[in-house]
Protein backbone atom coordinates (compact mmCIF):
# COMPACT_ATOMS: atom_id res chain seq x y z
CA UNK A 1 0.00 0.00 0.00
CA UNK A 2 1.38 3.33 -0.74
CA UNK A 3 1.12 5.91 2.04
CA UNK A 4 -1.78 7.67 -0.02
CA UNK A 5 -3.61 4.74 -0.08
CA UNK A 6 -2.62 4.26 3.81
CA UNK A 7 -4.35 6.82 4.45
CA UNK A 8 -7.02 6.58 2.82
CA UNK A 9 -7.63 3.22 4.42
CA UNK A 10 -7.32 4.54 8.40
CA UNK A 11 -9.52 7.16 7.23
CA UNK A 12 -12.25 4.98 5.97
CA UNK A 13 -11.73 2.37 8.82
CA UNK A 14 -12.24 4.95 11.33
CA UNK A 15 -15.65 6.09 9.82
CA UNK A 16 -16.94 2.43 10.31
CA UNK A 17 -18.84 0.78 12.33
CA UNK A 18 -16.01 -1.14 14.35
CA UNK A 19 -14.29 2.45 14.76
CA UNK A 20 -17.14 3.59 16.71
CA UNK A 21 -16.96 0.68 19.09
CA UNK A 22 -14.18 3.29 21.02
CA UNK A 23 -16.80 4.85 23.80
CA UNK A 24 -17.46 8.21 24.20
CA UNK A 25 -16.29 8.61 27.60
CA UNK A 26 -12.57 7.21 26.21
CA UNK A 27 -12.80 9.67 23.44
CA UNK A 28 -13.30 12.31 25.41
CA UNK A 29 -10.68 11.19 28.01
CA UNK A 30 -8.26 10.80 24.67
CA UNK A 31 -8.52 14.16 24.11
CA UNK A 32 -7.97 15.87 27.41
CA UNK A 33 -5.10 13.50 27.65
CA UNK A 34 -3.84 14.98 24.24
CA UNK A 35 -5.01 18.20 25.41
CA UNK A 36 -2.78 18.12 28.92
CA UNK A 37 0.43 17.68 26.82
CA UNK A 38 -0.10 19.86 24.24
CA UNK A 39 -0.35 22.51 26.90
CA UNK A 40 2.89 21.26 28.69
CA UNK A 41 4.49 21.74 24.56
CA UNK A 42 3.05 25.38 24.80
CA UNK A 43 3.92 26.06 28.12
CA UNK A 44 8.24 25.09 27.92
CA UNK A 45 8.05 27.36 24.30
CA UNK A 46 5.85 30.34 26.72
CA UNK A 47 9.21 29.73 29.14
CA UNK A 48 11.26 30.39 26.28
CA UNK A 49 9.92 32.96 25.13
CA UNK A 50 9.26 35.12 28.53
CA UNK A 51 12.97 34.55 28.89
CA UNK A 52 13.10 36.92 25.30
CA UNK A 53 10.46 39.09 26.79
CA UNK A 54 11.73 39.61 30.12
CA UNK A 55 15.59 40.39 29.06
CA UNK A 56 14.17 42.98 26.31
CA UNK A 57 11.92 45.08 28.63
CA UNK A 58 14.18 45.00 31.39
CA UNK A 59 17.15 45.86 29.04
CA UNK A 60 15.23 48.36 26.87
CA UNK A 61 14.13 50.39 29.63
CA UNK A 62 18.24 51.50 29.84
CA UNK A 63 17.57 53.51 27.15
CA UNK A 64 15.15 55.85 29.05
CA UNK A 65 18.40 57.30 30.76
CA UNK A 66 21.18 55.97 28.82
CA UNK A 67 21.46 57.11 25.14
CA UNK A 68 22.52 54.14 22.95
CA UNK A 69 25.52 56.35 22.12
CA UNK A 70 26.98 56.44 25.60
CA UNK A 71 27.15 52.78 25.16
CA UNK A 72 29.65 53.35 22.68
CA UNK A 73 31.55 56.45 24.35
CA UNK A 74 30.91 59.35 26.07
CA UNK A 75 32.27 62.80 25.14
CA UNK A 76 34.23 64.70 27.61
CA UNK A 77 34.57 68.35 27.72
CA UNK A 78 38.10 69.10 29.33
CA UNK A 79 38.87 72.57 31.36
CA UNK A 80 40.38 73.93 27.68
CA UNK A 81 37.33 72.86 25.75
CA UNK A 82 38.39 70.07 23.89
CA UNK A 83 36.21 67.11 23.83
CA UNK A 84 37.56 63.71 24.36
CA UNK A 85 35.75 60.39 23.72
CA UNK A 86 36.17 58.44 26.99
CA UNK A 87 35.69 54.34 26.45
CA UNK A 88 35.36 53.18 30.07
CA UNK A 89 32.69 51.00 31.94
CA UNK A 90 32.59 53.31 35.42
CA UNK A 91 28.62 52.91 36.39
CA UNK A 92 29.05 54.16 40.06
CA UNK A 93 30.99 56.74 39.35
CA UNK A 94 29.48 60.59 39.79
CA UNK A 95 29.86 60.97 35.86
CA UNK A 96 28.26 57.19 34.94
CA UNK A 97 29.95 55.88 31.91
CA UNK A 98 28.52 52.86 30.30
CA UNK A 99 30.95 52.36 27.53
CA UNK A 100 30.76 48.59 26.38
CA UNK A 101 33.84 49.21 24.35
CA UNK A 102 36.25 47.30 27.22
CA UNK A 103 34.07 45.01 28.41
CA UNK A 104 33.61 43.75 24.04
CA UNK A 105 37.18 43.64 23.80
CA UNK A 106 37.61 42.17 27.17
CA UNK A 107 35.35 38.89 25.86
CA UNK A 108 37.17 38.82 22.29
CA UNK A 109 40.25 38.73 24.20
CA UNK A 110 39.48 35.74 26.48
CA UNK A 111 37.08 34.13 23.83
CA UNK A 112 39.58 34.20 20.67
CA UNK A 113 42.16 33.05 21.97
CA UNK A 114 40.24 30.36 23.90
CA UNK A 115 38.87 29.49 20.30
CA UNK A 116 42.23 29.34 18.76
CA UNK A 117 43.67 26.96 21.05
CA UNK A 118 40.70 24.76 21.35
CA UNK A 119 39.97 24.40 17.84
CA UNK A 120 43.42 23.20 17.41
CA UNK A 121 43.18 20.69 20.05
CA UNK A 122 39.36 20.18 19.29
CA UNK A 123 39.79 19.18 15.80
CA UNK A 124 43.13 17.08 16.62
CA UNK A 125 41.34 15.13 19.44
CA UNK A 126 37.96 14.61 16.88
CA UNK A 127 40.58 13.26 14.10
CA UNK A 128 42.38 11.54 16.59
CA UNK A 129 39.26 9.72 17.78
CA UNK A 130 37.41 9.23 14.35
CA UNK A 131 40.33 8.48 12.57
CA UNK A 132 43.15 6.79 14.42
CA UNK A 133 42.10 5.40 17.55
CA UNK A 134 41.47 1.90 18.20
CA UNK A 135 37.77 1.39 18.04
CA UNK A 136 37.70 -0.76 21.23
CA UNK A 137 39.61 2.35 23.01
CA UNK A 138 36.96 4.75 21.41
CA UNK A 139 34.50 3.39 22.66
CA UNK A 140 35.87 3.81 25.94
CA UNK A 141 37.16 7.44 25.43
CA UNK A 142 33.90 8.91 23.73
CA UNK A 143 32.30 8.74 27.50
CA UNK A 144 35.58 9.55 29.17
CA UNK A 145 35.40 13.39 27.13
CA UNK A 146 31.85 13.58 28.08
CA UNK A 147 32.61 13.20 31.62
CA UNK A 148 35.15 15.49 31.13
CA UNK A 149 32.66 17.96 29.64
CA UNK A 150 30.23 17.10 32.89
CA UNK A 151 33.06 19.15 34.87
CA UNK A 152 31.17 22.09 36.40
CA UNK A 153 32.92 25.35 35.42
CA UNK A 154 33.77 26.95 39.07
CA UNK A 155 36.39 23.50 39.23
CA UNK A 156 37.88 24.34 36.39
CA UNK A 157 38.19 28.45 37.58
CA UNK A 158 38.92 27.46 40.89
CA UNK A 159 42.16 25.03 39.30
CA UNK A 160 42.97 27.66 36.93
CA UNK A 161 43.14 29.94 40.04
CA UNK A 162 45.19 27.75 42.35
CA UNK A 163 47.33 26.14 39.82
CA UNK A 164 47.49 27.52 36.83
CA UNK A 165 47.58 31.08 37.35
CA UNK A 166 50.80 30.32 39.15
CA UNK A 167 52.56 28.10 36.68
CA UNK A 168 52.03 30.62 34.03
CA UNK A 169 53.27 33.06 36.29
CA UNK A 170 56.31 31.45 36.58
CA UNK A 171 56.41 30.84 32.90
CA UNK A 172 55.60 34.03 31.13
CA UNK A 173 56.15 36.18 33.76
CA UNK A 174 53.04 38.30 32.64
CA UNK A 175 52.05 41.86 34.05
CA UNK A 176 49.23 40.84 35.68
CA UNK A 177 49.06 37.44 37.31
CA UNK A 178 45.38 36.78 36.51
CA UNK A 179 45.07 38.33 32.98
CA UNK A 180 43.50 36.81 29.52
CA UNK A 181 45.83 34.47 28.95
CA UNK A 182 44.82 32.37 31.50
CA UNK A 183 41.16 32.98 31.28
CA UNK A 184 41.97 31.73 27.52
CA UNK A 185 43.55 28.30 28.69
CA UNK A 186 40.96 27.47 31.63
CA UNK A 187 37.68 28.30 28.89
CA UNK A 188 39.80 25.84 26.83
CA UNK A 189 38.85 23.32 28.92
CA UNK A 190 35.51 23.38 28.26
CA UNK A 191 35.10 23.97 24.56
CA UNK A 192 37.81 21.38 23.92
CA UNK A 193 35.16 18.52 24.67
CA UNK A 194 32.67 20.28 22.53
CA UNK A 195 34.63 21.07 19.46
CA UNK A 196 36.14 17.35 19.46
CA UNK A 197 33.26 15.45 20.12
CA UNK A 198 31.07 17.70 17.49
CA UNK A 199 34.00 17.19 14.92
CA UNK A 200 34.18 13.57 15.54
CA UNK A 201 30.40 13.26 15.16
CA UNK A 202 31.71 15.20 11.63
CA UNK A 203 34.03 12.45 10.67
CA UNK A 204 32.28 10.16 11.51
CA UNK A 205 29.32 10.58 9.29
CA UNK A 206 31.28 10.99 5.91
CA UNK A 207 30.45 7.81 4.56
CA UNK A 208 33.38 4.91 4.65
CA UNK A 209 33.12 4.84 0.65
CA UNK A 210 34.58 7.77 0.63
CA UNK A 211 37.55 6.58 2.49
CA UNK A 212 37.89 3.50 0.06
CA UNK A 213 38.09 5.06 -2.31
CA UNK A 214 40.92 7.41 -1.90
CA UNK A 215 42.73 4.21 -0.30
CA UNK A 216 41.77 2.63 -3.73
CA UNK A 217 43.51 5.31 -5.36
CA UNK A 218 46.44 5.21 -3.47
CA UNK A 219 46.72 7.82 -1.11
CA UNK A 220 47.94 7.46 2.47
CA UNK A 221 46.14 7.35 5.95
CA UNK A 222 47.15 11.06 6.07
CA UNK A 223 46.58 11.90 2.90
CA UNK A 224 42.76 10.66 2.81
CA UNK A 225 42.23 12.24 6.66
CA UNK A 226 43.66 15.45 5.02
CA UNK A 227 42.36 16.18 1.47
CA UNK A 228 39.11 13.81 1.38
CA UNK A 229 37.75 13.21 4.96
CA UNK A 230 38.63 16.99 6.30
CA UNK A 231 37.32 18.46 2.90
CA UNK A 232 34.22 16.95 3.43
CA UNK A 233 33.36 17.14 7.13
CA UNK A 234 34.60 21.09 6.86
CA UNK A 235 30.54 22.40 7.42
CA UNK A 236 30.81 20.01 10.46
CA UNK A 237 33.71 20.83 12.24
CA UNK A 238 33.04 24.85 11.12
CA UNK A 239 29.88 24.65 12.88
CA UNK A 240 31.80 22.86 16.19
CA UNK A 241 33.54 25.94 16.34
CA UNK A 242 31.19 28.50 15.93
CA UNK A 243 29.05 26.52 19.04
CA UNK A 244 32.69 26.47 20.94
CA UNK A 245 33.20 30.22 20.26
CA UNK A 246 29.58 31.02 21.66
CA UNK A 247 30.03 28.92 24.88
CA UNK A 248 33.46 30.92 25.14
CA UNK A 249 31.57 34.29 24.91
CA UNK A 250 28.68 33.25 27.17
CA UNK A 251 31.03 31.83 29.97
CA UNK A 252 31.16 33.20 33.14
CA UNK A 253 32.76 31.60 36.08
CA UNK A 254 36.38 31.06 34.52
CA UNK A 255 36.46 34.72 33.27
CA UNK A 256 35.23 36.03 36.59
CA UNK A 257 37.42 34.18 38.90
CA UNK A 258 41.08 34.58 36.01
CA UNK A 259 40.39 37.64 33.99
CA UNK A 260 41.65 39.70 36.70
CA UNK A 261 38.43 42.03 36.22
CA UNK A 262 40.05 45.33 35.37
CA UNK A 263 38.27 47.24 32.42
CA UNK A 264 41.23 47.22 30.65
CA UNK A 265 41.46 48.76 26.73
CA UNK A 266 44.19 46.63 25.91
CA UNK A 267 45.23 43.88 22.98
CA UNK A 268 47.68 42.63 25.11
CA UNK A 269 46.81 39.13 26.30
CA UNK A 270 48.99 39.18 29.70
CA UNK A 271 47.01 42.10 31.05
CA UNK A 272 43.72 41.86 33.08
CA UNK A 273 40.56 42.34 31.55
CA UNK A 274 36.71 42.31 31.91
CA UNK A 275 34.31 40.14 30.07
CA UNK A 276 30.73 41.39 29.38
CA UNK A 277 29.44 37.66 31.50
CA UNK A 278 31.73 38.86 34.47
CA UNK A 279 30.58 42.39 34.52
CA UNK A 280 26.58 40.99 35.68
CA UNK A 281 27.68 38.36 37.23
CA UNK A 282 30.38 40.66 39.76
CA UNK A 283 27.75 44.19 39.53
CA UNK A 284 24.12 42.52 39.58
CA UNK A 285 24.27 41.42 43.19
CA UNK A 286 24.97 44.82 44.63
CA UNK A 287 23.42 47.12 42.34
CA UNK A 288 20.33 49.00 43.34
CA UNK A 289 17.15 47.44 41.86
CA UNK A 290 15.86 50.26 39.50
CA UNK A 291 18.74 52.37 38.94
CA UNK A 292 20.66 53.28 35.52
CA UNK A 293 23.02 50.96 36.42
CA UNK A 294 20.87 47.91 36.67
CA UNK A 295 19.26 48.33 33.33
CA UNK A 296 22.40 48.95 32.00
CA UNK A 297 23.44 45.57 33.16
CA UNK A 298 20.11 43.38 31.58
CA UNK A 299 21.30 45.76 28.12
CA UNK A 300 24.51 43.74 28.51
CA UNK A 301 22.71 40.78 29.04
CA UNK A 302 20.53 41.79 25.97
CA UNK A 303 23.89 42.11 23.91
CA UNK A 304 25.02 38.43 25.20
CA UNK A 305 21.85 36.98 24.10
CA UNK A 306 22.52 38.51 20.40
CA UNK A 307 25.76 37.77 19.93
CA UNK A 308 24.86 33.70 21.20
CA UNK A 309 21.79 33.59 19.56
CA UNK A 310 23.16 34.52 15.89
CA UNK A 311 26.25 32.58 16.71
CA UNK A 312 24.20 29.35 17.36
CA UNK A 313 21.30 29.79 14.76
CA UNK A 314 24.25 30.01 12.44
CA UNK A 315 25.62 26.76 13.91
CA UNK A 316 22.33 25.00 13.30
CA UNK A 317 22.15 26.32 9.57
CA UNK A 318 25.49 24.69 8.27
CA UNK A 319 24.75 21.74 10.62
CA UNK A 320 21.18 21.29 9.05
CA UNK A 321 22.73 22.18 5.48
CA UNK A 322 25.47 19.24 6.01
CA UNK A 323 22.91 16.88 6.90
CA UNK A 324 21.03 17.25 3.56
CA UNK A 325 24.37 17.09 1.49
CA UNK A 326 25.13 14.08 3.73
CA UNK A 327 22.69 11.58 2.74
CA UNK A 328 23.96 10.12 -0.12
CA UNK B 1 59.16 7.81 -7.81
CA UNK B 2 60.59 5.74 -4.68
CA UNK B 3 61.81 8.60 -3.10
CA UNK B 4 58.98 10.64 -3.21
CA UNK B 5 56.57 8.23 -1.77
CA UNK B 6 58.49 8.03 1.21
CA UNK B 7 58.76 11.41 1.82
CA UNK B 8 54.89 11.39 1.85
CA UNK B 9 54.41 8.98 3.76
CA UNK B 10 57.37 10.60 6.46
CA UNK B 11 54.77 13.57 6.69
CA UNK B 12 51.94 11.91 6.51
CA UNK B 13 53.40 9.71 9.63
CA UNK B 14 54.66 13.22 10.98
CA UNK B 15 50.82 14.48 11.20
CA UNK B 16 49.81 11.29 12.79
CA UNK B 17 51.77 11.11 15.29
CA UNK B 18 51.00 14.84 15.94
CA UNK B 19 47.77 14.69 16.58
CA UNK B 20 48.27 11.41 18.61
CA UNK B 21 50.26 13.30 20.90
CA UNK B 22 47.67 16.02 21.17
CA UNK B 23 45.36 13.64 22.07
CA UNK B 24 47.69 12.24 25.50
CA UNK B 25 48.53 15.62 26.00
CA UNK B 26 45.44 16.80 26.99
CA UNK B 27 44.84 13.37 28.73
CA UNK B 28 48.06 13.88 30.90
CA UNK B 29 47.48 17.75 31.57
CA UNK B 30 43.73 16.34 33.04
CA UNK B 31 44.92 13.28 34.33
CA UNK B 32 47.48 15.76 36.64
CA UNK B 33 45.32 18.80 37.16
CA UNK B 34 42.60 15.99 38.80
CA UNK B 35 45.36 14.15 40.74
CA UNK B 36 46.14 17.43 42.03
CA UNK B 37 42.62 18.16 43.52
CA UNK B 38 42.51 14.30 44.60
CA UNK B 39 45.78 14.58 46.86
CA UNK B 40 45.12 18.31 48.09
CA UNK B 41 41.43 17.39 48.77
CA UNK B 42 41.08 13.67 49.90
CA UNK B 43 42.96 14.70 53.31
CA UNK B 44 40.32 17.04 54.08
CA UNK B 45 37.64 15.03 53.77
CA UNK B 46 35.70 13.47 56.36
CA UNK B 47 32.19 12.68 58.03
CA UNK B 48 32.73 15.77 60.37
CA UNK B 49 33.78 17.73 56.86
CA UNK B 50 30.32 16.78 55.27
CA UNK B 51 28.28 17.52 58.02
CA UNK B 52 29.93 20.02 60.16
CA UNK B 53 29.29 23.88 58.89
CA UNK B 54 31.54 26.81 58.52
CA UNK B 55 33.33 27.76 61.29
CA UNK B 56 35.81 30.60 62.33
CA UNK B 57 35.07 32.51 59.17
CA UNK B 58 35.34 29.76 56.80
CA UNK B 59 38.59 28.65 57.96
CA UNK B 60 38.09 25.70 59.94
CA UNK B 61 34.95 23.18 59.76
CA UNK B 62 32.58 21.64 57.08
CA UNK B 63 30.52 22.11 54.13
CA UNK B 64 27.43 20.73 55.24
CA UNK B 65 24.72 23.50 54.95
CA UNK B 66 26.63 23.92 50.98
CA UNK B 67 25.66 20.45 50.40
CA UNK B 68 22.21 20.82 52.03
CA UNK B 69 21.75 23.71 50.14
CA UNK B 70 23.15 22.10 46.65
CA UNK B 71 20.32 18.64 47.15
CA UNK B 72 17.45 20.74 48.03
CA UNK B 73 18.21 23.35 45.59
CA UNK B 74 18.22 20.21 42.72
CA UNK B 75 15.57 18.43 44.23
CA UNK B 76 13.07 21.50 43.89
CA UNK B 77 14.66 21.82 40.10
CA UNK B 78 14.12 18.63 39.28
CA UNK B 79 10.65 18.50 40.91
CA UNK B 80 9.79 21.57 37.93
CA UNK B 81 11.36 20.86 35.08
CA UNK B 82 10.99 16.82 35.13
CA UNK B 83 6.93 16.94 34.67
CA UNK B 84 7.06 19.83 31.71
CA UNK B 85 10.02 18.48 30.48
CA UNK B 86 8.75 15.05 29.91
CA UNK B 87 5.36 15.97 29.17
CA UNK B 88 6.32 18.35 26.43
CA UNK B 89 8.65 15.60 24.78
CA UNK B 90 5.40 12.94 24.91
CA UNK B 91 3.25 15.97 23.19
CA UNK B 92 6.17 16.66 20.44
CA UNK B 93 6.86 12.99 19.51
CA UNK B 94 3.61 11.13 20.27
CA UNK B 95 1.07 13.86 19.28
CA UNK B 96 2.20 16.87 17.39
CA UNK B 97 2.26 16.61 13.97
CA UNK B 98 5.67 18.24 11.96
CA UNK B 99 3.66 21.17 11.71
CA UNK B 100 5.39 25.14 11.81
CA UNK B 101 4.22 25.47 15.55
CA UNK B 102 6.19 22.00 16.69
CA UNK B 103 9.19 22.92 14.73
CA UNK B 104 9.52 26.45 16.59
CA UNK B 105 9.39 24.86 20.04
CA UNK B 106 12.35 22.47 18.39
CA UNK B 107 14.36 25.05 17.40
CA UNK B 108 14.09 27.00 20.15
CA UNK B 109 14.57 24.28 22.55
CA UNK B 110 17.87 23.92 20.57
CA UNK B 111 18.54 27.59 21.05
CA UNK B 112 17.71 27.82 24.34
CA UNK B 113 20.86 25.10 25.30
CA UNK B 114 22.87 27.37 23.77
CA UNK B 115 22.10 30.54 25.88
CA UNK B 116 24.88 31.82 28.07
CA UNK B 117 23.89 30.75 31.43
CA UNK B 118 24.36 34.14 33.01
CA UNK B 119 21.72 35.35 30.81
CA UNK B 120 19.24 32.42 32.79
CA UNK B 121 19.92 34.36 36.18
CA UNK B 122 19.24 37.95 34.34
CA UNK B 123 15.76 36.01 33.76
CA UNK B 124 15.11 34.28 37.23
CA UNK B 125 15.93 38.35 38.59
CA UNK B 126 13.76 39.88 36.30
CA UNK B 127 10.90 36.96 35.73
CA UNK B 128 10.65 34.78 38.79
CA UNK B 129 11.90 37.51 41.98
CA UNK B 130 10.33 40.64 40.40
CA UNK B 131 7.54 39.90 38.32
CA UNK B 132 6.19 36.70 40.10
CA UNK B 133 7.53 37.16 43.17
CA UNK B 134 6.66 40.86 43.65
CA UNK B 135 2.88 39.81 42.55
CA UNK B 136 2.64 37.13 44.68
CA UNK B 137 3.30 39.31 47.60
CA UNK B 138 0.80 41.71 46.59
CA UNK B 139 -2.02 38.93 45.86
CA UNK B 140 -1.41 37.46 48.82
CA UNK B 141 -0.23 39.97 51.49
CA UNK B 142 2.46 38.36 52.78
CA UNK B 143 5.03 41.38 52.79
CA UNK B 144 8.29 40.88 51.70
CA UNK B 145 8.25 36.82 51.35
CA UNK B 146 8.44 36.14 47.54
CA UNK B 147 9.58 39.09 46.12
CA UNK B 148 13.38 38.81 47.18
CA UNK B 149 16.21 36.66 46.24
CA UNK B 150 15.20 32.70 47.60
CA UNK B 151 15.87 28.98 46.86
CA UNK B 152 12.27 28.86 45.01
CA UNK B 153 13.18 31.06 42.71
CA UNK B 154 16.63 29.89 41.90
CA UNK B 155 16.10 26.64 41.24
CA UNK B 156 12.74 27.46 38.96
CA UNK B 157 15.26 29.27 36.98
CA UNK B 158 17.57 26.23 36.81
CA UNK B 159 14.78 23.91 35.84
CA UNK B 160 14.26 26.45 32.98
CA UNK B 161 18.11 26.08 32.61
CA UNK B 162 17.58 21.85 32.12
CA UNK B 163 14.88 22.00 30.31
CA UNK B 164 16.16 21.48 27.04
CA UNK B 165 18.75 18.60 28.47
CA UNK B 166 15.26 16.66 30.02
CA UNK B 167 13.48 17.77 26.22
CA UNK B 168 15.80 16.37 24.24
CA UNK B 169 16.95 13.37 26.01
CA UNK B 170 13.32 12.18 26.53
CA UNK B 171 13.02 13.25 22.80
CA UNK B 172 15.75 10.74 21.94
CA UNK B 173 14.35 8.37 24.39
CA UNK B 174 11.22 8.08 22.91
CA UNK B 175 12.00 7.97 19.38
CA UNK B 176 14.14 4.87 20.17
CA UNK B 177 11.13 2.84 20.73
CA UNK B 178 10.43 1.00 17.29
CA UNK B 179 7.40 1.58 15.70
CA UNK B 180 6.29 -1.59 15.71
CA UNK B 181 5.60 -2.09 18.88
CA UNK B 182 3.29 1.12 18.94
CA UNK B 183 1.17 -0.45 15.67
CA UNK B 184 1.16 -3.65 17.81
CA UNK B 185 -0.50 -2.38 20.58
CA UNK B 186 -2.78 -0.33 18.25
CA UNK B 187 -3.56 -3.85 16.52
CA UNK B 188 -4.87 -5.18 19.87
CA UNK B 189 -7.47 -2.31 20.14
CA UNK B 190 -5.41 0.13 22.89
CA UNK B 191 -5.78 3.83 22.79
CA UNK B 192 -2.93 6.06 22.08
CA UNK B 193 -2.78 7.22 25.40
CA UNK B 194 -2.82 3.33 26.73
CA UNK B 195 -0.12 2.86 23.81
CA UNK B 196 1.70 5.42 25.19
CA UNK B 197 1.52 4.15 29.02
CA UNK B 198 1.84 0.79 28.78
CA UNK B 199 3.74 0.15 25.49
CA UNK B 200 6.08 3.52 25.09
CA UNK B 201 7.04 5.11 28.52
CA UNK B 202 8.16 1.82 30.09
CA UNK B 203 10.63 1.34 27.48
CA UNK B 204 11.58 4.59 27.33
CA UNK B 205 11.86 5.17 30.79
CA UNK B 206 15.68 4.27 31.21
CA UNK B 207 16.56 7.19 28.59
CA UNK B 208 14.25 9.37 30.45
CA UNK B 209 16.07 8.55 33.83
CA UNK B 210 19.16 9.13 32.06
CA UNK B 211 18.21 13.01 30.95
CA UNK B 212 16.79 13.57 34.44
CA UNK B 213 20.53 12.82 35.66
CA UNK B 214 22.65 14.74 33.04
CA UNK B 215 19.87 17.34 34.26
CA UNK B 216 20.81 17.25 37.85
CA UNK B 217 24.68 16.93 37.51
CA UNK B 218 24.43 20.54 35.51
CA UNK B 219 22.08 22.67 38.06
CA UNK B 220 24.40 21.20 40.76
CA UNK B 221 27.33 22.14 39.13
CA UNK B 222 25.98 25.68 37.76
CA UNK B 223 27.39 29.00 39.48
CA UNK B 224 26.59 31.81 37.57
CA UNK B 225 22.48 32.00 37.58
CA UNK B 226 22.43 31.61 41.10
CA UNK B 227 25.00 34.34 41.91
CA UNK B 228 22.19 36.74 42.91
CA UNK B 229 18.72 34.55 43.20
CA UNK B 230 19.58 33.63 46.75
CA UNK B 231 22.91 32.00 46.76
CA UNK B 232 24.33 32.99 50.18
CA UNK B 233 27.89 33.55 51.76
CA UNK B 234 27.77 32.10 54.84
CA UNK B 235 24.18 30.88 56.18
CA UNK B 236 25.15 28.11 59.63
CA UNK B 237 21.44 27.65 59.56
CA UNK B 238 19.36 25.18 57.35
CA UNK B 239 16.90 26.66 54.93
CA UNK B 240 14.06 24.37 56.79
CA UNK B 241 10.78 25.10 58.55
CA UNK B 242 8.49 23.28 60.23
CA UNK B 243 4.71 22.43 58.36
CA UNK B 244 2.70 21.60 60.49
CA UNK B 245 -0.93 20.16 60.05
CA UNK B 246 -3.36 19.83 63.21
CA UNK B 247 -0.89 18.85 65.58
CA UNK B 248 1.77 17.03 63.58
CA UNK B 249 4.59 18.84 62.17
CA UNK B 250 7.14 17.54 59.90
CA UNK B 251 10.55 19.43 58.72
CA UNK B 252 10.81 20.64 54.84
CA UNK B 253 12.59 22.35 53.09
CA UNK B 254 11.46 26.64 53.24
CA UNK B 255 11.51 27.35 49.85
CA UNK B 256 11.65 31.39 50.74
CA UNK B 257 14.88 31.38 52.35
CA UNK B 258 18.76 31.73 50.70
CA UNK B 259 20.43 28.63 50.88
CA UNK B 260 24.58 27.84 50.69
CA UNK B 261 25.20 26.22 47.07
CA UNK B 262 28.27 24.23 46.94
CA UNK B 263 29.63 25.11 43.36
CA UNK B 264 29.06 28.82 45.28
CA UNK B 265 30.82 28.21 48.46
CA UNK B 266 34.05 26.88 46.08
CA UNK B 267 33.82 30.38 43.83
CA UNK B 268 33.91 32.56 46.98
CA UNK B 269 35.96 31.05 49.13
CA UNK B 270 38.34 31.08 46.26
CA UNK B 271 37.96 34.89 45.74
CA UNK B 272 36.34 36.24 48.58
CA UNK B 273 37.88 34.89 51.54
CA UNK B 274 39.60 36.71 53.94
CA UNK B 275 42.72 34.38 54.29
CA UNK B 276 43.07 32.25 50.37
CA UNK B 277 45.87 30.52 51.81
CA UNK B 278 44.50 29.18 55.03
CA UNK B 279 41.34 27.75 53.54
CA UNK B 280 42.98 26.53 50.12
CA UNK B 281 43.07 22.76 51.86
CA UNK B 282 38.91 23.32 52.31
CA UNK B 283 39.14 24.96 48.74
CA UNK B 284 40.42 21.26 47.56
CA UNK B 285 38.28 19.74 49.82
CA UNK B 286 35.03 21.21 48.02
CA UNK B 287 35.98 21.13 44.86
CA UNK B 288 36.93 17.47 44.95
CA UNK B 289 33.12 17.01 46.98
CA UNK B 290 31.53 18.43 43.60
CA UNK B 291 33.84 16.69 41.47
CA UNK B 292 32.88 13.51 42.82
CA UNK B 293 29.60 14.30 42.79
CA UNK B 294 29.35 15.08 39.43
CA UNK B 295 31.54 12.74 38.11
CA UNK B 296 29.31 10.09 39.73
CA UNK B 297 26.08 11.19 38.42
CA UNK B 298 27.43 11.48 35.16
CA UNK B 299 29.03 8.38 35.22
CA UNK B 300 25.67 6.73 36.07
CA UNK B 301 24.01 8.59 33.29
CA UNK B 302 26.29 7.22 31.35
CA UNK B 303 26.29 3.55 32.17
CA UNK B 304 22.01 3.83 32.11
CA UNK B 305 22.32 4.63 28.69
CA UNK B 306 24.94 2.01 27.33
CA UNK B 307 22.24 -0.69 29.00
CA UNK B 308 19.54 1.60 27.62
CA UNK B 309 21.28 1.32 24.23
CA UNK B 310 22.01 -2.17 24.17
CA UNK B 311 18.96 -3.38 25.32
CA UNK B 312 17.08 -1.62 22.63
CA UNK B 313 19.61 -2.89 20.21
CA UNK B 314 18.96 -6.49 20.60
CA UNK B 315 15.51 -5.34 19.71
Known amino acids: MSSEEQKDFFEKSADSKYAKKIGKYTRLKESAIKFFFAVNGAMALIFIILIFIFLFKEGFRALEHIRLLDFLYLDRTDSAGNVQKVFEWYPTSDEARYSLVPLLLGTLLTAIPATIISTLFGVGTGIYLSEVANPKFKEFLKPAIELFAGIPTVVLGFIMLAVGASFFNDLLNPANRLNAFVASIGLSFVIIPIIASLTEDALHSIPNDLRMASYGLGATKWQTISRVILPAAFSGVSASIILGFGRAIGETMIVLMCAGNASNITADIFLSVRTMTATIAAEMGEVSQGSDHYYALFFIGIVLFTITFFLNLAAEIIINKMRKKNTF | ?315
Not at chain 2, 127 to 147: A, S
Open chain 2, 1 to 315: MELKKRKKDFTGALSIGIVRLMFFFLVMVLILLLTKIFIEGIGVISLNFLIDEPRNNMTEGGIGPAIFGTVAVTLLMILFTLPLGVFSAIYLNEYAKDTFFTRIIRTSINNLAGVPSIVFGLFGLGFFILFIGKNMDEVLQTGLLFGQPALLWASATLAVLVLPIVIVSTLEALNSVPKSHRDASYGLGATKWQTIRNVVLPQARPGILTGTILAISRGAGETAPILFLGAAFFLPNLPIADLCIGGYCIPIINPTEQFMYLAYHIFIMATQSSNPTKTLPLQYGSTLVLILLTFLLNITAIIFRYRFRKILGRL
